[in-house]
Each structure stands twice: as structure tokens, then as C-alpha cells.
């Protein structure tokens, strides 16, 4: 059942996304899975291979070895999609091939806390209905709770205030893009210096207008382009001279590109 969230930004302007499905979010969930598999294999092997060269040799080093193969395959199981989450901007390896990605309610960028509840939570969600046969139905809590919400959220999203969107095409950039020397940056300084101030939503209101720029008359561009930076300079504290109004469209390139690099999206 397809789920829709709605948000406000703080420039008064409505954007809605669709939200991901139980399909494809289990898809993202076995490829993450299978990720987390292989790693703790390597560990376990390469920890293995070095208490069978070293035997006895060394004095406590088999302890050792043991115990920081025990710490790094928790800290995969129960760190490795939190840890992404904060790297990608809500999204790990198996998010990323599906196009999902994990935002709040409001559709910011997911925060440590709420990533670590969230996952945390997946034992919740992943629950096991016995079955004939000896076999398990798994994942029925989750199941159960994303099809009785009109946003698709597992407890794990209800209890973290987060929603998981479909982000298709965002990463990395599908459109053609226009080489910054172009734009004439050095006319307008080194004014990105605060772009962390910027938000996800903002990023993609920008990447909408860059990507539909080309189809827009030089008026609508200039239009557009002051109504979209003009609140994003002033949030940045940015002192920015702008002789002509159209210039506000090639702003806006910049900052979508320099968002797009800080973050990893290009």
C-alpha cells in the first residue's frame, strides 16, 4: 500500500514523497544483511588465521585476538546501519541499491539517537510466528504495524519518529550538470563556508530547481531562484552581491553542488 508524507519548509513550500513499501524496504534489509554476514565472516576468518600462525608464542595474544573479534562483530551487527545512517543521510549499502532512504516525520535528516532506536528496535519488529514444519514467519511485528500505517512505519520508525521514503534518482546526481567555473563563483566569494547549515529538504528543493532549470524561460529562472536562495543565504549568514536577479538561478547550482560534495551525493 503506497504511503505518502507531506512536509512544510521553512520557505513555505510543500514537498511530498512517496514512502517505501514493505517489499522493497525488506529487499534493502537481506542486502544489508548479507553485507553484515560476509564482514563478520572475514573477521571471524582473519581472527582465526592469526591464532592459527601464532599458536602459543605469544602469551595472552590468542585472548586478545578472541575478544577483539567478539567487539568488532557486535559492532557490526549493531553499529553497522547506524553508522551509515549518519554517513548517508538516513541511507546503508542496502538503502542505497533499493533508492530508500530514512528521514524524520518532518522530513529531516535522521539523528543519532533516532537511528540508533530505530535499529535497536528491529529485534521488535523482526519477530518469529511459528509455523508447520518447523518453519518461521519473520518480520510479522513489522509487517503487521506498516500495513496498519498510512506512512508504512515498523515500530522501530514509530518509536524513533522516522519514516523511510523512496529517494529514487537522488543519489547520485541523474541530470547534466553545469561546470561551477561557469557559474562565475569567483563573483560571488567563498560564501558556502556555512552550507551544514542547510537541511536535506533544502538540498532537494534545490536539486529540483536545477534539474528542471533548463526547461524554465530566463524570467521564471530569476524568479525562482531569488524565492528559493534568498531565505537559504540569510540562514547561512552569507554577504552575498548579486547585480542581477537571474544570478540567484546560477546560486543555486553552486549550493545544490557544494551540498552535493560535502555529502557524497554527486
Known sequence: MAGYLTVLTPENAEITFRTAGFTTRLAAFVVDLLIQIVLTLLLSGLAGLVLYVTGNALLGVGSILSAVCVVLIFLVIFSYPTVFEMLWAGQTPGKRMLGIRAVTTDGSAVTLLGSILRNLLRLA??????????????????????????????????????????????????????????????????????????????????????????????????????????????????????????????????????????????
Open 125 to 266: 519488529d523482526l519477530g518469529l510466528l511459528p509455523i508447520a514444519g518447523g518453519l518461521y514467519f519473520v518480520g510479522l511485528p513489522a509487517f503487521v504495524c506498516m500495513l496498519m500505517s498510512d506512512k508504512n512505519r515498523r515500530i522501530g520508525d514509530l518509536a524513533a519518529g522516522t519514516v523511510v521514503i523512496i529517494d529514487r534518482g537522488a543519489t547520485p546526481y541523474g541530470g547534466a550538470r553545469t561546470p561551477l567555473d561557469t557559474l562565475t563563483v569567483k563573483n560571488y566569494g567563498n560564501f558556502t563556508d556555512n552550507i551544514d547549515v542547510l537541511t536535506v529538504n533544502d538540498y532537494r528543493l534545490l536539486r529540483r530547481f536545477v534539474e528542471r532549470r533548463g526547461t524554465m524561460d530566463k524570467a521564471v529562472q530569476a524568479a525562482a531562484g531569488e524565492f528559493l536562495v534568498r531565505p537559504l543565504l540569510d540562514r547561512m549568514q552569507a554577504d552575498v552581491t548579486v547585480f542581477y536577479q537571474i544570478e540567484f538561478a546560477d546560486i543555486a547550482e553552486i549550493l545544490e553542488m557544494k551540498f552535493a560534495e560535502k555529502h557524497g551525493l554527486l
